[in-house]
C-alpha cells in the first residue's frame, strides 16, 4: 500500500487555489450520469449531499437515523471557528492555521489545515445565507466570542445549540435538493458493505432497518460521512445509534485506517450514576471559566457532603498544580488530572464499579463574587440541564464532573482530495482522520465537517470522476456484488445464530467499553495495553459465541443492529490499542505514561512525526502498518508548557 | 445522591408493523433507581427481555441530550412525560414514585404511521420541509456573511423558531394532530431574516400545502402543542404563520399549484 | 390534475372563515343583548324596539341574510375541519392528560350543536310563530315557564363557553396575535362572554324572580 497524501506543493496560501485551478471538472451537462452515494447525513454528509446535488450528479443518501436531520452533529454545543476577524484581534487565515497545527500537537498534514482555515470564512458565508441564526450584536452583525482557550475571538455560535443550527441548515439545503429531485434520501438505512470491483469503489449493500432488505447501490463513487468511533468506549458523549460500522467495512475492503488511538476526552462531563448508565452528557467547557474544580484531601472525606469540607481539607489540584492556568488548562491536561485523583481513590459521587469517579466543580466563590444573577446569566441552561439529570442543584452545591470520550481525531486515511487508499471511496468529517492531528481545538470540529462538505468534496469528487471518466456499468449480479451481499447476509445470520446465545449485545459492548476507557482512554501504558490487546479477542469470540439476538432479519430489530454495530467495535478496539501501543510517545490527545517529561507530554519527534496507516491484513490482531511522515514547512514543532 | 429504589409496573403499547392492530403488554419494572434516566430504565427491562428469549420494545432515541429529536413516547397521556420542557431521553425516573402505574403509548396520528411499538413514521416533517423550509441559496454563491445586518432581536426570535427538534410531541399533545408548531416554526424563523424574504410568499403556501396533505388535523388554539414543546416554542408562531398565509394568499404575484382533489 | 391552492383550501384559511363568520355573529349577539335590554326599560320600550326593526325591512332582511351566510359558512367550515380532525387520529390514546386548554375549548364541537338547537328553538319560539303581536308579553310569558327558563339559562351558558374560546381563538386564527397583547384577547373573550351570556342569562332570572312583569 502506498500513502500518497497528493497534496500541491508551493506557497501554503496558494495551494488550494492552485489545485483547483488544475483539476479535471465534469461538464454541468455529463453530471446527471454520475451516481454519487453518502454515507450519512450530518454536517459533512448532509453539506457534502446537498452541494453535490446542486451540481447535477444524481446522489442517494443514506442514514440510519429516521430523519436526516437527527445526525449527531446536532449535539454540538460551543461553535464553529472561522478566520473572519470580525473583533479587529488580529485573527487570520494563518493563526487559525497555527493554532490548529499546534492544537492538534504537530500531527497534522500542513497542506489539509491551511485549507480548513483558509475555507472557515466561506462557511459562515453560507450558513448565513442559509437562514441559520447566529447570535448578533445590537449593531445587526455577527457576534463571536473566544472559545477554547484561544487568543482571539473567532468562535461564531448559535446559542448553546450552533451544532443544531448548522446541520439544520445543511439538512434544509439537503430538502431542497431532495424536493428538486437530485438527491434521493434513504432514512433509517445503514450501509453494511462496501462493494469494490476493479480496485475502485463502486457501491453498497443496504438494510433496510424496517423491513430488514438487503439492497445494493451501485454508484461512481462512494462518500463515507459516517462520523466518528467514539462509542468503541461504550460510555460516551456521542449519540447512542453512532458507530463505525460504514469505516470499518471501508477499512476491512482496504481503507487505511490513521491514528485509531487519537482519542479526545473532554473535561466537563456528568459523570456516571450506575452501571445501567446508556450514555454521557457534556456540558460546555465554558463552565471552567467561573467553576473551581477540586476534591477532598483526605480518603476519609470523599462521601461527605461537599459544604461540610473545610476549605484546608479541599484539593484544587489543577490550581496547585498549575498556577498560571489553573482550571483554565487543556482539555487533556484536566482529564487526566482528574483520572489521577479518582485513581488516588480522592474521587466524589456513587461509588460505579467499586470506584468514585467524579471530581467537583464549584462555583460558591463565583456566585460570591459576582452573585447568583451573573451565574444564572452564563450559565442557566447548564445548571438547569445538570439538575435534570443529577436532581441536584448547583447553585447550592458543587456540581460533580467527569471526563468523557467526545471525538475521535482518527478515521479513515485520506489524501488532499479527501480520498481513502481506495480510489473512488472518499471520507469527509470526523471519518476520516485528516485536519486535527493528534488533539482537536474547541468549536473547530463543526468548522471541518462542513469545510470538507461544503466545499472540498463537491470540488474533489469532480476531480476523480473527471480523471476516471464514465465507469464501466456495474450489474447487480456480477460477481464482486454477489460476494458483497453474500458477506453481509451471511454476517447477519451468524449474529442471529450465536451457537450459544446469552446475553443481549449490550453486556459485551459495556465490557469491551470498560477494557478500551481503563487501558486506552486518557493515560495509557503499555502493560495496560497489552492487557487490552489479549482480552479484547477473547471478548470478542465470547460474544460470537453468545451473543443473542431475538426476532429475524426480516423486520426492524434494534438488537440486530446493535449487535453489527458492537461486532465492529470490537474490530477497531482492537486497532486503537495497537496503535496506542505502538505510538511510543505523548501527544495531544495520546498520552503514554512512560512518555513524559516533568509530568507534561513528551512527544518523540524524531521517530513519530508521522501518520500512521493501518491496513487491514485479515486478522484483527495483526495489521500492517504504513507511515505517512509528516513535514512542517510553516510552523515549526514546539512543545506546551501550561506550568 | 440518595439512591432510592422504585417499582414501577408498566403498560406498554406493542405492535408488530403498521397493519397490526396492537395491544398494551403489561412489565414490572424492578429495583429501577431514580438517577436512571426514562430510556435507561426501557434499556433495562429490554435487556431482561433479550436474555429471556423476547422482543424487546421497539422504541426511537440517539442523542439521549434532548437534541436530536428521535425519541418520543406519551407517558400516562403527555408527550415526553411529566417534566415540562423535557425529552423522553432526559426524563429522570426521580419524577416519578414507588408503585406507580404508567402507561407508554406512541405518537399517535394519522400522520405519524406506527413503525414498531413506539416508533413511528415522521418522515411527514422532511416532507413539509421539503416542500419549502429553505432558503435557496447553492453552495459557493452566499455574500459576505456580515452585508446584511440583522437586528439582535430579530435574529434572537428567529433562534426562538429555529429551537425547533422536529421531535412531533406537539403533533402528539394536540387534540387534533396538528402539525402547526411545526410547520409555523420553520416559517416564522425563515420570515425573520432578511435571507428569507424573497422566498416567504412561496415557502408559507407550499408549507402549509404539504402540511395539509400528509393528513394532520387543524389547529383549534387548544395551545397543548406549546405546554408539551420539550423546547417552548411558541404558539405565538401559530398566529405569525396564519398572517404570513393570508397575506401571501392576498398579495403573491403567482399561484401555488397544488394536486386536484 | 393541478389547479391554484386557495386560502379556503387549507385548514387554517378555513379558520379564518371561521373567525370572520364568527365575527359576524359574536357582532349580532352584542346587538341582540344590547336591543333585548329594553326589557329592563320596560313593556312600551321593548315594543318599540321591535316595531321599529319591523319598520326597516332592508335593515332587517339584509342583517338576516348576512346572518344566514355567516352562519352556514361557520357550521360548514366547523363541519369540514371536524371530519378532517377526526381522520388525523384515528386511534385514540388510551390515557390522555391536557395541560394547556380550556373547557370552553374542549367543548366547541358540543357548545356550537347546543347553540344552533337553541337558535331554532328560539326562532320558532319568537319569531316564526311567536304567541302575539307584544314582543315584551311573549318573553315574559315565555319566561315565567321554569322549563323554558332553564332552556335559555342553559344554551346561554354554551354561548359563554363557545363565545369565549371562540373570541379568542378568532385573533389567532386570522394571525393577528401579539405577545404584548395576548393578554388582552383573553380579557376582551372574557369581557364579551360575561356581559352577553350574562346579560342574556339575567332575563329569565328576572322574569322568573318578578323583577319583571306585565
Same mark, same amino acid.
Given at each position: 500500500?502506498?500513502?500518497?497524501?497528493?497534496?500541491?506543493?508551493?506557497?501554503?496560501?496558494?495551494?488550494?487555489?492552485?489545485?483547483?485551478?488544475?483539476?479535471?471538472?465534469?461538464?454541468?451537462?455529463?453530471?446527471?450520469?454520475?451516481?454519487?452515494?453518502?454515507?450519512?447525513?450530518?454536517?459533512?454528509?448532509?453539506?457534502?449531499?446537498?452541494?453535490?446535488?446542486?451540481?447535477?450528479?444524481?446522489?442517494?443518501?443514506?442514514?440510519?437515523?429516521?430523519?436526516?436531520?437527527?445526525?449527531?452533529?446536532?449535539?454540538?454545543?460551543?461553535?464553529?471557528?472561522?478566520?473572519?476577524?470580525?473583533?479587529?484581534?488580529?485573527?487570520? $487565515?494563518?493563526?487559525?492555521?497555527?493554532?490548529?497545527?499546534?492544537?492538534?500537537?504537530?500531527?497534522?498534514?500542513?497542506?489539509?489545515?491551511?485549507?480548513?482555515?483558509?475555507?472557515?470564512?466561506? @462557511?459562515?458565508?453560507?450558513?448565513?445565507?442559509?437562514?441559520?441564526?447566529?447570535?448578533?450584536?445590537?449593531?445587526?452583525? #455577527?457576534?463571536?466570542?473566544?472559545?477554547?482557550?484561544?487568543?482571539?475571538?473567532?468562535?461564531?455560535?448559535?446559542?448553546?445549540?450552533?451544532?443544531?443550527?448548522?446541520?439544520?441548515?445543511?439538512?434544509?439545503?439537503?430538502?431542497?435538493?431532495?424536493?428538486?429531485?437530485?438527491?434521493?434520501?434513504?432514512?433509517?438505512?445503514?450501509?453494511?458493505?462496501?462493494?469494490?470491483?476493479?480496485?475502485?469503489?463502486?457501491?453498497?449493500?443496504?438494510?433496510?432497518?424496517?423491513?430488514?432488505?438487503?439492497?445494493?447501490?451501485?454508484?461512481?463513487?462512494?462518500?463515507?460521512?459516517?462520523?466518528?468511533?467514539?462509542?468503541?468506549?461504550?460510555?460516551?458523549?456521542?449519540?447512542?445509534?453512532?458507530?463505525?460500522?460504514?469505516?470499518?467495512?471501508?477499512?476491512?475492503?482496504?481503507?487505511?485506517?490513521?491514528?485509531?488511538?487519537?482519542?479526545?476526552?473532554?473535561?466537563?462531563?456528568?459523570?456516571?450514576?450506575?452501571?445501567?448508565?446508556?450514555? #454521557?452528557? #457534556?456540558?460546555?467547557?465554558?463552565?471552567?471559566?467561573?467553576?473551581?474544580?477540586?476534591?477532598?484531601?483526605?480518603?476519609?472525606?470523599?462521601?461527605?457532603?461537599?459544604?461540610?469540607?473545610?476549605?484546608?481539607?479541599?484539593?484544587?489540584?489543577?490550581?496547585?498544580?498549575?498556577?498560571?492556568?489553573?482550571?483554565?488548562?487543556?482539555?487533556?491536561?484536566?482529564?487526566?488530572?482528574?483520572?489521577?485523583?479518582?485513581?488516588?481513590?480522592?474521587?466524589?459521587?456513587?461509588?460505579?464499579?467499586?470506584?468514585?469517579?467524579?471530581?467537583?466543580?464549584?462555583?460558591?466563590?463565583?456566585?460570591?463574587?459576582?452573585?447568583?444573577?451573573?451565574?444564572?446569566?452564563?450559565?442557566?441552561?447548564?445548571?438547569?440541564?445538570?439538575?435534570?439529570?443529577?436532581?441536584?442543584?448547583?447553585?447550592?452545591?458543587?456540581?460533580? @464532573?467527569?471526563?468523557?470520550?467526545?471525538?475521535?481525531?482518527?478515521?479513515?486515511?485520506?489524501?488532499?482530495?479527501?480520498?481513502?487508499?481506495?480510489? /473512488?471511496?472518499?471520507? /469527509?468529517?470526523?471519518?476520516?482522520?485528516?485536519?486535527?492531528?493528534?488533539?482537536?481545538?474547541?468549536?473547530?470540529?463543526?468548522?471541518? /465537517?462542513?469545510?470538507?462538505?461544503?466545499?472540498?468534496?463537491?470540488?474533489?469528487?469532480?476531480?476523480?470522476?473527471?480523471?476516471?471518466?464514465?465507469?464501466?456499468?456495474?450489474?447487480?449480479?456480477?460477481?464482486?456484488?454477489?460476494?458483497? $451481499?453474500?458477506?453481509?447476509?451471511?454476517?447477519?445470520?451468524?449474529?442471529?445464530?450465536?451457537?450459544?446465545?446469552?446475553?443481549?449485545?449490550?453486556?459485551?459492548?459495556?465490557?469491551?467499553?470498560?477494557?478500551?476507557?481503563?487501558?486506552?482512554?486518557?493515560?495509557?501504558?503499555?502493560?495496560?495495553?497489552?492487557?487490552?490487546?489479549?482480552?479484547?479477542?477473547?471478548?470478542?469470540?465470547?460474544?460470537?459465541?453468545?451473543?443473542? $439476538?431475538?426476532?429475524?432479519?426480516?423486520?426492524?430489530?434494534?438488537?440486530?443492529?446493535?449487535?453489527?454495530?458492537?461486532?465492529?467495535?470490537?474490530?477497531?478496539?482492537?486497532?486503537?490499542? @495497537?496503535?496506542?501501543?505502538?505510538?511510543?510517545?505523548?501527544?495531544?490527545?495520546?498520552?503514554?505514561?512512560?512518555?513524559?517529561?516533568?509530568?507534561?507530554?513528551?512527544?518523540?519527534?524524531?521517530?513519530?512525526?508521522?501518520?500512521?496507516?493501518?491496513?487491514?491484513?485479515?486478522?484483527?490482531?495483526?495489521?500492517?502498518?504504513?507511515?505517512?511522515? #509528516?513535514?512542517?514547512?510553516?510552523?515549526?514543532?514546539?512543545?506546551?508548557?501550561?506550568? | 445522591?440518595?439512591?432510592?429504589?422504585?417499582?414501577?409496573?408498566?403498560?406498554?403499547?406493542?405492535?408488530? *408493523?403498521?397493519?397490526?392492530?396492537?395491544?398494551?403488554?403489561?412489565?414490572?419494572?424492578?429495583?429501577?433507581?431514580?438517577?436512571?434516566?426514562?430510556?435507561?430504565?426501557?434499556?433495562?427491562?429490554?435487556?431482561?427481555?433479550?436474555?429471556?428469549?423476547?422482543?424487546?420494545?421497539?422504541?426511537?432515541?440517539?442523542?439521549?441530550? *434532548?437534541?436530536?429529536?428521535?425519541?418520543?413516547?406519551?407517558?400516562?397521556?403527555?408527550?415526553?412525560?411529566?417534566?415540562?420542557?423535557?425529552?423522553?431521553?432526559?426524563?429522570?425516573?426521580?419524577?416519578?414514585?414507588?408503585?406507580?402505574?404508567?402507561?407508554?403509548?406512541?405518537?399517535?396520528?394519522?400522520?405519524?404511521?406506527?413503525?414498531?411499538?413506539?416508533?413511528?413514521?415522521?418522515?411527514?416533517?422532511?416532507?413539509?420541509?421539503?416542500?419549502? *423550509?429553505?432558503?435557496?441559496?447553492?453552495?459557493?454563491?452566499?455574500? =459576505?456573511?456580515? =452585508?446584511?445586518?440583522?437586528?439582535?432581536?430579530?435574529?434572537?426570535?428567529?433562534?426562538?423558531?429555529?429551537?425547533?427538534?422536529?421531535?412531533?410531541?406537539?403533533?402528539?399533545?394536540?387534540?387534533?394532530?396538528?402539525?402547526?408548531?411545526?410547520?409555523?416554526?420553520?416559517?416564522?424563523?425563515?420570515?425573520?431574516?432578511?435571507?428569507?424574504?424573497?422566498?416567504?410568499?412561496?415557502?408559507?403556501?407550499?408549507?402549509?400545502?404539504?402540511?395539509?396533505?400528509?393528513?394532520? *388535523?387543524?389547529?383549534?388554539?387548544?395551545? =397543548?402543542?406549546?405546554?408539551?414543546?420539550?423546547?417552548?416554542?411558541?404558539?405565538?408562531?401559530?398566529?405569525?404563520?396564519?398572517?404570513?398565509?393570508?397575506?401571501?394568499?392576498?398579495?403573491?404575484?403567482?399561484?401555488?399549484?397544488?394536486?386536484?382533489? | 390534475?393541478?389547479?391554484?391552492?386557495?386560502?379556503?383550501?387549507?385548514?387554517?384559511?378555513?379558520?379564518?372563515?371561521?373567525?370572520?363568520?364568527?365575527?359576524?355573529?359574536?357582532?349580532?349577539?352584542?346587538?341582540?343583548?344590547?336591543?333585548?335590554?329594553?326589557?329592563?326599560?320596560?313593556?312600551?320600550?321593548?315594543?318599540?324596539?321591535?316595531?321599529?326593526?319591523?319598520?326597516?325591512? +332592508?335593515?332587517?332582511?339584509?342583517?338576516?341574510?348576512?346572518?344566514?351566510?355567516? +352562519?352556514?359558512?361557520?357550521?360548514?367550515?366547523?363541519?369540514?375541519?371536524?371530519?378532517?380532525?377526526?381522520?388525523?387520529?384515528?386511534?385514540?390514546?388510551?390515557?390522555?392528560?391536557?395541560?394547556?386548554?380550556?373547557?370552553? !375549548?374542549?367543548?366547541?364541537?358540543?357548545?356550537?350543536?347546543?347553540?344552533?338547537?337553541?337558535? +331554532?328553538?328560539?326562532?320558532?319560539?319568537?319569531?316564526?310563530?311567536?304567541?302575539?303581536?307584544?314582543?315584551?308579553?311573549?318573553?315574559?310569558?315565555?319566561?315565567?315557564?321554569?322549563?323554558?327558563?332553564?332552556?335559555?339559562?342553559?344554551?346561554?351558558?354554551?354561548?359563554?363557553?363557545?363565545?369565549?374560546?371562540?373570541?379568542?381563538? !378568532?385573533?389567532?386564527?386570522?394571525?393577528?396575535?401579539?405577545?404584548?397583547?395576548?393578554?388582552?384577547?383573553?380579557?376582551?373573550?372574557?369581557?364579551?362572554?360575561?356581559?352577553?351570556?350574562?346579560?342574556?342569562?339575567?332575563?329569565?332570572?328576572?322574569?322568573?324572580?318578578?323583577?319583571?312583569?306585565?
Amino acid at each position: 500500500m502506498e500513502l500518497r497524501s497528493n497534496e500541491p506543493s508551493g506557497p501554503i496560501e496558494q495551494r488550494w487555489t492552485e489545485h483547483k485551478a488544475h483539476s479535471k471538472l465534469v461538464a454541468p451537462n455529463n453530471r446527471r450520469a454520475y451516481n454519487l452515494i453518502v454515507i450519512g447525513s450530518g454536517l459533512a454528509g448532509g453539506a457534502a449531499a446537498a452541494s453535490l446535488g446542486e451540481l447535477g450528479y444524481r446522489v442517494k443518501c443514506f442514514c440510519f437515523q429516521d430523519s436526516p436531520r437527527r445526525a449527531h452533529s446536532i449535539a454540538a454545543q460551543g461553535g464553529i471557528n472561522a478566520a473572519k476577524n470580525y473583533k479587529n484581534d488580529g485573527d487570520s $487565515v494563518f493563526r487559525l492555521f497555527y493554532d490548529t497545527i499546534k492544537g492538534g500537537d504537530f500531527r497534522s498534514r500542513e497542506s489539509n489545515t491551511w485549507r480548513l482555515a483558509e475555507l472557515s470564512v466561506n @462557511i459562515i458565508d453560507q450558513a448565513v445565507a442559509q437562514g441559520v441564526p447566529f447570535a448578533r450584536e445590537y449593531g445587526g452583525l #455577527l457576534a463571536n466570542r473566544s472559545f477554547g482557550g484561544a487568543q482571539v475571538s473567532r468562535t461564531f455560535y448559535a446559542r448553546g445549540q450552533t451544532g443544531q443550527q448548522l446541520l439544520l441548515g445543511a439538512y434544509q439545503a439537503l430538502s431542497r435538493q431532495i424536493e428538486a429531485g437530485s438527491v434521493t434520501m434513504f432514512p433509517r438505512t445503514e450501509m453494511l458493505e462496501l462493494i469494490v470491483h476493479d480496485g475502485a469503489a463502486r457501491g453498497i449493500v443496504t438494510r433496510d432497518l424496517i423491513t430488514g432488505k438487503l439492497d445494493t447501490h451501485i454508484a461512481d463513487a462512494v462518500i463515507l460521512c459516517s462520523g466518528g468511533y467514539g462509542n468503541v468506549f461504550y460510555l460516551s458523549t456521542n449519540a447512542k445509534g453512532s458507530n463505525c460500522t460504514a469505516i470499518w467495512r471501508a477499512h476491512r475492503q482496504g481503507a487505511a485506517f490513521a491514528n485509531p488511538c487519537y482519542t479526545q476526552i473532554h473535561p466537563t462531563c456528568i459523570p456516571q450514576a450506575g452501571t445501567y448508565q446508556s450514555k #454521557l452528557t #457534556l456540558m460546555s467547557e465554558s463552565l471552567r471559566n467561573d467553576g473551581r474544580v477540586w476534591v477532598p484531601r483526605k480518603k476519609e472525606d470523599v462521601d461527605k457532603r461537599p459544604e461540610d469540607i473545610p476549605a484546608k481539607d479541599r484539593y484544587y489540584y489543577l490550581e496547585e498544580r498549575y498556577p498560571a492556568f489553573g482550571n483554565l488548562v487543556p482539555r487533556d491536561v484536566a482529564s487526566r488530572n482528574a483520572l489521577y485523583v479518582c485513581n488516588d481513590g480522592l474521587g466524589v459521587g456513587p461509588e460505579v464499579d467499586g470506584q468514585r469517579r467524579g471530581v467537583y466543580l464549584d462555583f460558591k466563590d463565583a456566585i460570591q463574587r459576582l452573585g447568583e444573577d451573573v451565574i444564572r446569566d452564563r450559565y442557566g441552561n447548564l445548571f438547569e440541564m445538570y439538575e435534570r439529570i443529577t436532581g441536584e442543584n448547583p447553585y447550592k452545591t458543587p456540581m460533580r @464532573i467527569y471526563p468523557a470520550t467526545h471525538y475521535t481525531m482518527g478515521g479513515l486515511w485520506v489524501d488532499y482530495n479527501l480520498q481513502t487508499t481506495i480510489p /473512488g471511496l472518499f471520507a /469527509g468529517g470526523e471519518a476520516n482522520f485528516s485536519d486535527h492531528g493528534a488533539n482537536r481545538l474547541g468549536a473547530s470540529a463543526l468548522m471541518q /465537517g462542513l469545510a470538507d462538505g461544503y466545499f472540498v468534496l463537491p470540488f474533489t469528487i469532480g476531480n476523480y470522476l473527471g480523471t476516471v471518466r464514465k465507469l464501466p456499468p456495474l450489474a447487480d449480479d456480477h460477481p464482486d456484488v454477489k460476494r458483497a $451481499v453474500a458477506a453481509v447476509e451471511a454476517r447477519v445470520d451468524k449474529l442471529l445464530n450465536a451457537p450459544d446465545p446469552k446475553h443481549a449485545p449490550e453486556y459485551f459492548h459495556r465490557k469491551l467499553g470498560g477494557i478500551i476507557w481503563h487501558k486506552c482512554g486518557m493515560a495509557r501504558t503499555r502493560e495496560g495495553l497489552q492487557e487490552a490487546i489479549e482480552e479484547i479477542p477473547k471478548l470478542r469470540e465470547q460474544f460470537w459465541r453468545e451473543v443473542k $439476538v431475538t426476532g429475524s432479519g426480516e423486520e426492524l430489530n434494534q438488537t440486530l443492529e446493535r449487535a453489527g454495530r458492537v461486532a465492529d467495535f470490537f474490530e477497531l478496539g482492537q486497532l486503537m490499542c @495497537i496503535d496506542a501501543l505502538n505510538r511510543e510517545e505523548s501527544c495531544g490527545c495520546h498520552f503514554r505514561e512512560e512518555y513524559q517529561r516533568d509530568g507534561e507530554a513528551a512527544r518523540d519527534d524524531e521517530h513519530f512525526q508521522h501518520v500512521s496507516a493501518w491496513e487491514w491484513s485479515g486478522d484483527p490482531e495483526a495489521p500492517t502498518l504504513h507511515k505517512e511522515p #509528516l513535514e512542517f514547512e510553516y510552523v515549526k514543532p514546539s512543545t506546551r508548557n501550561y506550568k | 445522591m440518595s439512591d432510592q429504589l422504585l417499582n414501577l409496573t408498566l403498560h406498554v403499547w406493542r405492535q408488530d *408493523g403498521p397493519t397490526d392492530n396492537g395491544h398494551f403488554e403489561t412489565y414490572q419494572a424492578k429495583d429501577i433507581t431514580t438517577h436512571m434516566s426514562f430510556l435507561e430504565m426501557l434499556d433495562v427491562i429490554n435487556e431482561d427481555l433479550i436474555e429471556d428469549g423476547k422482543t424487546p420494545i421497539a422504541f426511537d432515541h440517539d442523542c439521549r441530550e *434532548g437534541i436530536c429529536g428521535a425519541c418520543g413516547m406519551v407517558i400516562n397521556g403527555r408527550p415526553h412525560g411529566p417534566q415540562r420542557l423535557t425529552t423522553t431521553c432526559q426524563l429522570h425516573m426521580r419524577q416519578f414514585s414507588d408503585g406507580d402505574e404508567l402507561w407508554i403509548e406512541p405518537w399517535r396520528a394519522s400522520g405519524f404511521p406506527i413503525v414498531r411499538d413506539l416508533c413511528v413514521d415522521r418522515s411527514a416533517f422532511d416532507r413539509i420541509i421539503q416542500a419549502g *423550509g429553505y432558503v435557496s441559496v447553492n453552495t459557493g454563491a452566499a455574500r =459576505e456573511a456580515n =452585508e446584511i445586518p440583522v437586528g439582535k432581536l430579530d435574529a434572537d426570535l428567529a433562534m426562538d423558531a429555529a429551537a425547533c427538534i422536529g421531535c412531533g410531541a406537539c403533533v402528539a399533545a394536540c387534540p387534533n394532530a396538528s402539525a402547526v408548531l411545526f410547520t409555523s416554526a420553520k416559517i416564522g424563523q425563515l420570515a425573520m431574516l432578511p435571507h428569507g424574504q424573497p422566498e416567504r410568499q412561496d415557502r408559507v403556501r407550499k408549507m402549509v400545502a404539504q402540511m395539509d396533505a400528509e393528513g394532520f *388535523g387543524s389547529c383549534t388554539n387548544h395551545e =397543548e402543542c406549546e405546554a408539551a414543546c420539550p423546547k417552548g416554542i411558541s404558539v405565538n408562531w401559530i398566529g405569525k404563520m396564519n398572517r404570513e398565509l393570508i397575506a401571501a394568499m392576498a398579495t403573491a404575484k403567482d399561484e401555488v399549484e397544488v394536486r386536484g382533489k | 390534475m393541478q389547479r391554484a391552492l386557495t386560502l379556503t383550501d387549507t385548514a387554517i384559511g378555513k379558520k379564518v372563515v371561521m373567525a370572520l363568520s364568527g365575527a359576524i355573529l359574536v357582532g349580532f349577539v352584542i346587538g341582540h343583548f344590547l336591543g333585548n335590554l329594553n326589557l329592563y326599560v320596560g313593556e312600551a320600550s321593548m315594543n318599540g324596539y321591535a316595531d321599529k326593526l319591523h319598520h326597516m325591512p +332592508v335593515l332587517l332582511w339584509g342583517t338576516r341574510v348576512l346572518l344566514l351566510i355567516a +352562519v352556514t359558512l361557520h357550521i360548514v367550515s366547523a363541519f369540514m375541519l371536524w371530519q378532517r380532525n377526526q381522520r388525523a387520529r384515528p386511534v385514540p390514546y388510551k390515557m390522555r392528560k391536557d395541560i394547556a386548554t380550556t373547557y370552553a !375549548a374542549r367543548t366547541m364541537y358540543w357548545s356550537g350543536p347546543i347553540i344552533l338547537l337553541f337558535v +331554532v328553538y328560539h326562532l320558532f319560539q319568537f319569531t316564526f310563530v311567536p304567541e302575539s303581536g307584544n314582543v315584551f308579553a311573549n318573553v315574559v310569558h315565555a319566561f315565567s315557564h321554569p322549563a323554558v327558563a332553564a332552556i335559555y339559562i342553559v344554551a346561554n351558558l354554551a354561548l359563554g363557553f363557545h363565545l369565549f374560546h371562540g373570541v379568542f381563538s !378568532a385573533f389567532q386564527s386570522l394571525g393577528a396575535n401579539h405577545p404584548k397583547y395576548n393578554q388582552a384577547r383573553h380579557w376582551l373573550a372574557l369581557l364579551i362572554t360575561i356581559v352577553v351570556a350574562g346579560g342574556n342569562i339575567s332575563f329569565p332570572i328576572a322574569v322568573l324572580t318578578g323583577v319583571v312583569h306585565l
